[in-house]
């Protein structure tokens, strides 16, 4: 069992930055993703990081604005820069005991999320 606890979130102005954690307990063996959900859109995936930091995948929209990252105690962090009112959502960090993956589907364990308001 994961528990994944998401922090760092708030309101931020066009072009301003944010970074995002997930503490995760338990092992550290764990590929990790951060998804995204907007208010009347379906869950989206962001970015991804194996278990050993060392392969990451990005959604095409945040290709050279986020970093997905981690460190050696289970923490992952999730990057923002030259934040976009469209990046506003609600951050989800998850994780699963495979591969990486893009597909909300595929990850085992959810963290409770945490809102990102990007303005004009």
């Known amino acids: 069992q994961v528990h994944l606890v998401e922090s760092g979130g708030g309101l931020v102005q066009a072009g301003g930055s944010l970074r995002l954690s997930c503490a995760a307990s338990?092992?550290?063996?764990?590929?990790m993703g951060w998804f995204r959900q907007a208010p009347g859109k379906e869950r989206e995936f962001v970015a991804a990081i194996n278990w050993s930091g060392g392969i990451t995948n990005y959604a095409d929209s945040v290709k050279g604005r986020f970093t997905i990252s981690r460190d050696n105690k289970n923490t992952v962090y999730l990057q923002m820069n030259s934040l976009k009112p469209e990046d506003t959502a609600a951050y989800y960090c998850?994780?699963?005991?495979?591969?990486?993956?893009?597909?909300?589907?595929?990850?085992?364990?959810w963290g409770q999320g945490t809102q990102v308001t990007v303005s004009a």
């Open positions: 998850a994780a699963r005991s495979r591969t990486i993956a893009t597909m909300s589907r595929e990850y085992d364990y």
């Open positions: 338990g092992r550290s063996s764990y590929a």
